[in-house]
């Protein structure tokens, strides 16, 4: 008797290619502005395997960033499985990355039609200066760039760091360090 076994690639299971249709091939609402009334004033789109099926293995992925007018922040993040290479579709973007050792911040300020290049695993951020909600475009050099969050990960971890850690970390009292985790309540969609 011929037993039936599924083949996972990246940890996902790929479809049988008779039942393959167009759908595992596409998205659609890249097109709609995120909503960017958050603390932050940002909205990312993330466009990969989760979304389209027949991405895995191809190491591609995209997202639109929204990021508001006067101030809006996607914050310092960095992608442990990809580099990316943003592009401003609107608006005026303050960008930037931190190499390691030594700790060197590359930042320019890009206007619609630029492009910029974030390598992977560096922490970099995009903040929109300009008087007009900003659209960035990222590419990425993996179907699942994955994403942290510095900020996040640090002051809403599950379970939580320690404050003695966090407080000699950051030079700061334990009071400040419990503030600034009130402010990265630990999230269940991690």
Known sequence: MLQQYQVIVNGLVCKNPNVVTPEDFFFQGLDKAGDTANKLGSSVNR???????????????????DIAPYGGLNAPHFHPRASEI????????????????????????????DVYVFPQGLIHFEFNIGPVPAVVLSGFSSQNPGVVTIADAIFGSNPSISDDVLAKAFQLDKKTVDWLKSQFPISSAY
């Open 47 to 65: 466009v990969n395997v989760d979304k389209i099926a027949g991405l895995n293995t191809l190491g591609v992925s995209i997202a639109r960033i």
């Open 86 to 113: 943003a592009t401003v579709i609107e608006g005026t973007v303050y960008v930037g990355f931190v190499t390691s050792d030594p700790n060197k911040l590359f930042a320019k300020v890009l206007n619609k039609g």
